[in-house]
């Protein structure tokens, strides 16, 4: 069986673009958008200076992130290895984007579904060399099969060294550079100006690269392409939705087991958790670029999918939320024990599948740390405890001094404990990667500095813990207290999806 790979001797490569505009004639990708391109890299100072380059292009991966995270299948590997897409079955969620460590997914604009390389695919199905490849004067791009011994590319990488890009994401690329530097392989090694021959960086990618020095000693990129986030408003809504949504129904179902038989609780506050997982599931499907086939991924699910399995959860909580209601309103209480703890589980669940599929997207290190998943589910409680007291207060709850006792001490515990999580998170826990020190850098000194430190932490962890601690517990300490603790759980969603992208990847 075939196994197809790619080896580039970058000794042989002019930087003239042939490839670029070869796959762009072959597979009509649109204006602003590229399945490769070339990097380009200054070294020296004048008069020694050099200009390398590097053409970039999907890596082909053993162990494709992308593939793992596709919720439909969209996504597959071919009998040859290569990895491809189907644009028949992709819904357009940007998750391939957000998982690829190399930066080489985009959303075709004509399609609004992925598009990737996949070594023209169609042109070996006519026994022809990938477009690049035949159009290189050089003749840098070597293709072949690997479990060819005599084919071109084997005897190249055997008597070669060669490298792969970002082999600390054990991906298994099978994209090989033959005198590959660095300054060339590592996007985080060069110094990026923001200015490059063919235009301008935005100001807001600006402020994700490091100051640019001008050290003529340094090396420095010269051209390369950036991407917008492929995750933003709509993910953070979603995590605002879905967290008070879970809170509010575990902590009403679980203060009506307790015997606070208020319909406050068995009743109103699953309603209120309904409305919002039905924002949250109408947030999701309108990000979607292709939101009429949101159904697919319940049609063809990829279980290796965490945001898979997500959408499973969402799903059979609304339906135990329904469940639950129908009981509610019938008065009996003997189905509503029957599935009081199923509903509290799949709405648990439902919150933590969050931690496990940001960090299946692989390319961003900021979302790897497992105590994320933890955070999630505390925050979850702390939103709902948040919401639940405002509601408590307002309306005529029997015994209710006690059940905003019960909840004070919910919002002081999963404050504390939200508030150790992120110091731990963002000062302790260190992988060693020059990418998560990088997000780290945008939080702790960067553009989001002031919404972590006086959102986040003051008003959303240090202020509500003060107020309980120096007041105590009444109507103006919870409201107040309540109002704070989400909004700094707005700012702390806002941060961890926006600064765990700004890092470039190419």
Sequence with gaps: MSKYAMA????????????????????????????????????????????EFLPVLCNQCDDAPCQNICPTKALFRRNDGIVDLDPEWCIGCKSCIAACPYDQIFIDPNTSTAEKCNFCSN??????????????????????????????INKLLTHEPHNVRKPEYNTSPNIYYVNGSQQLLDPTKPMQSGIYKQGEMSEELKQSVPEFKN??????????????????????????????????LILSLFLWWVGYKSSLFSFWMPILSGVLLTVTGYVLITDLKKPERFYYILLRSNWNSWMAWGTWFITLKGIFILLWLLGAMADNNGFLDFI?????????????????????????????????????????????????????????????????????????????LHFSILMFSILLHRFGSVAHERSIELIL????????????????????????????????????????????????????????QKVPLS
């Design 8 to 51: 580039i001797d970058l000794r042989a490569c002019i930087g003239c673009h042939a490839c670029t505009i070869a796959c762009k004639s072959e597979h009509d990708i649109p204006i602003g958008t590229w399945r490769c391109w070339v990097k380009e890299v200054e070294k020296g100072t004048f008069p020694n200076t050099r200009r």
């Design 123 to 152: 042109r070996l199905e006519a026994d022809l060399e990938p477009a690049c490849v035949v159009v290189c004067p050089t003749e840098c791009r070597v293709f072949g099969d690997l479990e060819d011994p005599d084919a071109k």
């Design 215 to 248: 050290d003529p000693q340094e090396s420095r990129t010269v051209y390369d392409t950036f991407h917008n986030i492929p995750w933003d408003k709509n993910i953070i809504t979603y995590l605002m939705t879905k967290g008070a949504s879970t809170g509010l």
């Design 340 to 416: 009081l703890w199923p509903t509290i589980l799949l709405s648990f669940l439902s919150s933590i599948y969050t931690g496990f599929f940001f960090a299946q997207a692989s390319a961003r290190d900021l979302w790897k740390g497992s105590e994320n998943t933890i955070d999630i589910g505390v925050l979850s409680i702390l939103k709902g405890a948040a919401i639940l007291a405002f509601f408590v207060i307002i309306f005529p709850v029997a015994d209710k001094a006690n059940v905003l006792n019960t909840l004070g001490n919910v919002i002081t515990v999963c404050t504390l």
């Design 445 to 500: 000194k960067g553009p989001f500095k002031k919404e972590f430190w006086n959102g986040a932490i003051i008003a959303g962890c240090a202020v509500p813990m003060f107020i309980f601690w120096w007041i105590g517990y009444n109507y103006f300490t919870f409201l107040l207290s309540s109002t704070l603790i989400v909004l700094g759980s707005y700012y702390w969603d806002k941060i961890w999806v926006q600064a765990g």
